[in-house]
């Protein structure tokens, strides 16, 4: 899939653990630990600002797009 998650590395530069970042969303350790490994299909916009607001990031420091050509 072109669109590569980077939670993983926005969670680590911010030193935030999966159960941390759970509480402040509000979202599951399943939901967030698909999307985190990239096995999401899509994203709610609020959830996307949710996990923005909590690791004070923009959109762009999560998702990035990857051409695989």
Request: glycine fraction near 4%; include cysteine; aromatic fraction near 2%.
């Amino acid at each position: 899939m072109p669109i590569v998650i980077n939670l993983d590395v926005m969670m680590a530069k911010r030193k935030v653990s999966l159960n941390e970042l759970s509480e402040r969303v509000g979202l599951t350790l399943s939901n967030l630990s698909i999307l985190k490994t990239g096995k999401a299909k899509a994203i709610r916009f609020t959830t996307l600002e949710a996990i923005c607001k909590a690791l004070d990031c923009q959109p762009g420091d999560i998702l990035e797009y990857v051409d695989e050509e």
